[in-house]
């Protein structure tokens, strides 16, 4: 599967942005589709994730409240809608596909190819 995300782009403080991820391939409604972001010099961190086939969502606690995740399965397509945007949520961010529950990247299988978010003070 291949999974392409886009929606990236420079927003001031307390601005929003919206991700968006599509698989290519079949998603399985016990599939996982989540979202990591990563800064250079670190691991990827776990933001958000949804199950393709539910409404269950998982979120980290420095983004709960202010970042949503859902998904259309009409579309195939996985949202990140982000708010209240802080400089510390500048980063790249990843979509990515795993086959039950996790928050750790290596338990993702597979990854799209990033897309660049950076919030300005």
């Known amino acids: 599967v291949q999974l392409q995300a886009s929606g990236g782009g420079l927003v001031q403080a307390g601005g929003s942005l919206r991700l968006s991820c599509a698989p290519s391939?079949?998603?399985?409604?016990?599939?996982?589709m989540g979202w990591f972001r990563q800064v250079p010099g670190k691991e990827r961190d776990f933001v958000a994730a949804?199950?393709?086939?539910?409404?269950?969502?998982y979120y980290a606690d420095s983004v709960k409240g202010r970042f949503t995740i859902s998904r259309d399965s009409a579309e195939n397509t996985v949202y990140l809608q982000m708010n209240s945007l802080k400089p510390e949520d500048t980063a790249v961010y990843y979509c990515?596909?795993?086959?039950?529950?996790?928050?750790?990247?290596?338990?993702?299988?597979?990854w799209g190819q990033g897309t660049h978010v950076t919030v300005s003070s």
């Open positions: 391939g079949r998603t399985f409604s016990s599939h996982l």
């Open positions: 949804i199950r393709w086939g539910g409404a269950r969502t």
């Open positions: 990515a596909r795993a086959n039950g529950y996790s928050t750790y990247w290596r338990d993702y299988n597979a």
